[in-house]
């Protein structure tokens, strides 16, 4: 009996031996899914499809403004596939709170889009504008439902028993906020070249190096997270100095004209 109630319970086995490897981390197989979550899974990633395929084609239709903006919501859409795919395949509730955070945000950015059209170009996107609604209000209700659910932890896929649970948190943390930042540099670069009114040679050089950097950085950390090797983890500490030091002096230019302001 004893040795019955020091195992630990079932839903906190580890399950290394029963998982996919994907570069992403392991998952589980499609056949451990119950129905209502593969219905889910699979009705959401058809729908944020036809958003995407909504917005592409508003996309070539749209003046300079509303193509900036389209695009930006372009990049939170395909997020949001990331997201739902991986909190839903690794029992990743934080990933499924990251998702619901990405669809509200979506669908407030899709709001304040719409309303501040004019009338001419209202019909244009209004096909666009009422399937994000219905979208996001069906992918939040049930994320959240999801997020609720006691079956719902991560720690066990990742192999970790109840004491790691803590430490493997912070990991998915980690892992969330990486492809956060990777989300947003992307829309910080489009934001930059769409308000450029002439792309010079240097600005493509910077805007170039600036995405690959933030894609090998956001590679580095995840290798550095996923295998845990220290040596990794000290380039990635290496490879967001540059960004400090950016943000240092932008504050520096900034806030050094107000010196010449008389008090």
Do not use: H
């Given at each position: 009996p004893n040795e019955t109630t020091d195992l630990p319970l079932p839903n906190l086995t580890p399950r290394h031996q029963e998982l996919i490897p994907t570069p992403c981390?392991?998952?589980?197989?499609?056949?451990e899914l119950s129905s209502p979550v593969k219905i889910y899974f699979c009705v959401t990633i058809l729908s944020l499809l036809s958003v995407i395929?909504?917005?592409?084609?508003?996309?070539?239709?749209?003046?300079?403004?509303?193509?900036?903006?389209?695009?930006?919501?372009?990049?939170?859409?395909?997020f949001c596939v990331y997201?739902?795919?991986?909190?839903?395949?690794?029992?990743?509730?934080?990933?499924?709170?990251?998702?619901?955070?990405?669809?509200?945000?979506?669908?407030f950015r899709s709001?304040?889009?719409y309303t501040v059209l004019s009338a001419k170009q209202k019909p244009d996107l209004l096909a666009r504008f009422v399937l994000i609604l219905l979208v996001g209000s069906f992918?939040?209700?049930?994320?959240?439902?999801l997020i609720q659910s006691q079956s719902m932890?991560?720690?066990?896929?990742?192999?970790?028993?109840?004491?790691?649970?803590?430490?493997?948190?912070?990991?998915?943390?980690?892992?969330?906020?990486?492809?956060?930042?990777l989300q947003a540099q992307l829309c910080f670069c489009v934001l930059l070249?769409?308000?450029l009114r002439e792309i010079t040679l240097l600005h493509g050089i910077i805007?170039?190096?600036?995405?690959?950097?933030?894609?090998?950085?956001?590679?580095?950390?995840?290798?550095?997270?996923?295998?845990?090797?220290?040596?990794?983890?000290?380039?990635?500490?290496?490879?967001?100095?540059?960004?400090?030091?950016?943000?240092v002096y932008l504050l520096y230019m900034c806030f050094l004209p107000m010196e010449g302001i008389p008090e």
């Open positions: 981390g392991p998952i589980k197989p499609w056949s395929g909504l917005t592409i084609e508003n996309l070539v239709q749209q003046t300079e403004e509303n193509f900036t903006v389209s695009l930006i919501q372009l990049i939170g859409i395909v997201y739902v795919t991986r909190g839903i395949l690794q029992e990743n509730r934080l990933e499924l709170i990251v998702f619901v955070l990405s669809i509200l945000l979506v669908m709001i304040v889009n992918d939040v209700i049930c994320a959240i439902i932890m991560a720690f066990r896929v990742g192999g970790a028993l109840e004491s790691l649970q803590s430490q493997y948190f912070m990991l998915n943390l980690c892992f969330s906020m990486l492809t956060f930042d070249l769409m308000s805007l170039a190096t600036g995405i690959f950097w933030a894609c090998l950085k956001v590679t580095v950390g995840i290798i550095a997270i996923l295998k845990e090797l220290k040596p990794v983890v000290w380039i990635f500490l290496t490879q967001n100095i540059p960004e400090v030091a950016n943000l």
